[in-house]
């Protein structure tokens, strides 16, 4: 008879032999100095591209990598599933829920995707490193260290959010052992192998799950549209290029930078990393892959974007190093985490092993960069002190993003640890920034602060039962709503990220925040708007701003059938920064209910409206009932605001 302690050894030890398997994720193993610590550097990819053997070596690593079977563990299709779809379990992390393991409206959002892009990075290295040795012995030595050093890049979408043109073309030429060859473009999209079962990628789940290969903004034929995405984006790009310099500047605070779906002592600062991150999602996708949770991960721009969205994460943490994850209740949950449960930095980042014997990572082991071996271009973390590292990046960020400003050679130059050349190549990028500076003038300054203006929100994400933008306007609208992610008068897009069908979904009430000061400041140029001070800006933005809700298949939808949807204006007083390494003050958020009283999606005038309060049954407002509007120049039609209010942020190159 076996005792129940021999059994218990018995399972103790077939539990040992599962975890003795788990795929440690440690980072690539070279390209980091053991006496200074130093790192090698992700690349924005437009500087990545012109490197010659490293860029050779990441689109041979990253076909390689698509190409192999779909059913090995260590297949493209297999790490992009650990995302959502097929919700399979991966590395033996076995979960009760029928869903991914990615985190949303987390606490956890962005530290759990770090290990996640490790992952990537490491398998990308170690086929990299294959290739390199298969050069011939006449340029193998140059391949072999561009693979030691290989590291993965992003597209800085906040300073150029047009895509990466290597991106967008079908086919690419790489110089491969055997020579140059023309071969399928790994960044263009990702073909699966096989046409899925219907328990994997479900017919319910519409066109989506029938697509051959991943799809951005696709026609009525399935066909990528990149010139749509791109206009889109570039819309789009003065608000992403002003929303990272704000929620880089003026939230010191973990929580809300985080995640959406943190309420709790948010004050009016709604918005956060991963509204941003998800913006991105819907404005590439709109349709395609990147615009729904269970899917995204397939389309190769994913990768690209949330390594830049880990940038962004990694910069803020090192300008306030001392704030990080606390507790927060997760509404969805994961394939292993409980809906509704509660996580926190100790929470498992299933399905992420840290080791052979199965530990998991968590956010307090994924905390820092170090740990993965690998750095950003802003981020010389080694042999400098925390505060001294503060301020290099503060002015850092400032040099890439301050939309006021631009640092000179010689105030980057100043930064410790800089040489003139590594100064230069930071004051002066290899690629442009699509969004124009501008200036606020003294006449508009109250001494020597002035007022930023915002768009506040809030909206259960699920409530229309499918994925939708909502976009905010000042001035004219098009009646064809074809017309309106792209508009002229955009202020900017809120893109819901979720699933296909939410039908089943929970209330999900997530915030957002679009800047309107460049708007304003451009009217006032044109003498439409006498200042930025409440009496002025407040009856201007009555009569001029409104918003629009569209599902990703461009059908307009009557902002009526949103009502979770609440929509108000806030101002906050800024006294600019007085030193290259330093930010602006920022002020306390003051609303103002009343600018959107009487529209459909505004609030009543009254208190700002409780976003965990449940939302409302829309009301039907009897015609008879009239609202006083404020008084406004007559002489400011729509149509004047139309041709003037967008005359700084539509100077790009597209």
């Not at 030595?141 to 993965?152: D, K, Q, S």
């Not at 570039?234 to 608000?239: D, G, S, T």
Request: aromatic share 12%; hydrophobic share 35%; net charge positive.
């Amino acid at each position: 008879m076996v005792s129940l302690k021999n059994l218990a050894l018995v399972a103790g030890s077939l539990c040992m032999a599962v975890f003795s398997d788990a795929y440690a994720i440690t980072g690539p193993s070279g390209g980091v100095n053991p006496t200074s610590g130093a790192r090698a550097t992700r690349r924005e990819i437009r500087d990545f591209q012109t490197t010659g053997a490293a860029w050779d070596l990441y689109l041979q690593a990253l076909q390689q990598f698509e190409l192999k079977n779909q059913n090995d563990q260590f297949s493209f299709y297999q790490v992009a599933g650990i995302h959502g779809r097929p919700f399979v379990n991966w590395d033996g992390s076995s979960g009760p829920y029928n869903t991914g393991y990615c985190t949303h409206s987390s606490i956890i959002f962005p530290p759990w995707h770090r290990p996640y892009l490790a992952l990537y990075e490491q398998l990308l290295y170690n086929n990299a490193k294959a290739i390199a040795a298969k050069y011939p012995s006449s340029s193998r030595a140059r391949y072999v260290e561009a693979a030691r050093t290989f590291r993965i890049p992003y597209w800085d979408w906040a300073k150029n959010a047009k895509m990466p043109n290597n991106v967008n073309v079908r086919t690419i030429s790489v110089n491969t052992p055997t020579g140059r060859k023309t071969i399928d473009n790994p960044l263009y999209s990702y073909k699966f192998h096989v046409r899925n079962p219907n328990s994997q990628f479900p017919s319910s789940d519409g066109d989506i799950a029938r697509y051959q290969q991943t799809v951005r903004y696709p026609d009525a034929n399935g066909n990528s549209r990149p010139n749509a995405v791109n206009d889109q984006l570039l819309a789009n790009q003065a608000n992403l290029h002003d929303r990272t310099y704000l929620l880089l500047t003026r939230q010191p605070s973990y929580a809300p930078f985080s995640n959406t779906g943190y309420t709790d002592n948010r004050g009016q600062t709604y918005d956060s990393l991963e509204a941003i991150h998800n913006d991105i999602h819907g404005l590439t996708g709109n349709g395609g892959h990147m615009s729904y949770v269970p899917y995204s991960a397939f389309d190769p721009i994913f990768w690209l974007h949330h390594t830049n969205v880990d940038r962004i994460f990694a910069l803020w943490q090192a300008i306030y190093p001392n704030s990080y994850v606390g507790s927060q209740t997760n509404p969805f949950g994961t394939r292993t985490n409980a809906p509704g449960g509660v996580e926190n930095v100790n929470t498992r980042l299933t399905p992420f092993r840290k080791d052979a014997a199965g530990n998991y990572w968590t956010s307090a082991s994924a905390r820092s960069l170090k740990t993965f071996k690998y750095t950003y271009p802003e981020i010389v973390d080694w042999n400098v002190s925390p505060s001294q590292l503060s301020a290099n990046v503060r002015a850092k960020v400032r040099a890439l993003y301050d939309p006021q400003g631009r640092l000179s050679r010689r105030e980057v130059g100043a930064l410790s640890g800089l040489t003139h050349k590594e100064a230069g190549a930071l004051a002066e990028r290899d690629f442009p920034s699509l969004a124009p500076k501008y200036t606020i003038p003294q006449d508009l300054k109250n001494g020597s602060s002035y007022l930023e203006w915002f768009v506040n929100f809030q909206v259960d994400k699920n409530e229309l039962n499918e994925p939708n933008f909502v976009h905010f306007f000042l001035g004219k609208v098009s009646e064809n709503p074809l017309e309106w992610s792209a508009s002229p008068n955009l202020v900017g897009s809120h893109a819901s990220f979720t699933v296909q069908n939410t039908t089943i979904a929970p209330q999900a009430i997530v915030l957002g925040q679009m800047p309107l000061t460049r708007k304003l400041v451009a009217a006032a140029d044109s003498g439409l708007l006498k200042s930025l001070e409440p009496c002025d800006v407040k009856p201007f933005l009555t009569k001029y701003l409104s918003w629009r809700v569209q599902t990703f298949d461009d059908r307009a939808v009557p902002t009526e059938n949103l009502p979770s949807l609440k929509v108000y204006v806030v101002d906050q007083k800024v006294i600019p920064s007085k030193s290259f390494d330093s930010f602006p003050l920022y002020g306390k958020l003051t609303p103002h209910t009343d600018v959107t009283k009487g529209k459909v999606g505004g609030t009543s005038g009254g208190a700002v409206p409780n976003p965990l309060a449940p939302s409302a049954p829309s009301v039907n407002i009897p015609a008879a009932i009239k609202q006083v509007k404020p008084k406004v120049d007559p002489k400011v039609t729509p149509k004047v605001v139309s041709k003037v209010v967008n005359k700084l942020t539509h100077k790009v190159v597209k």
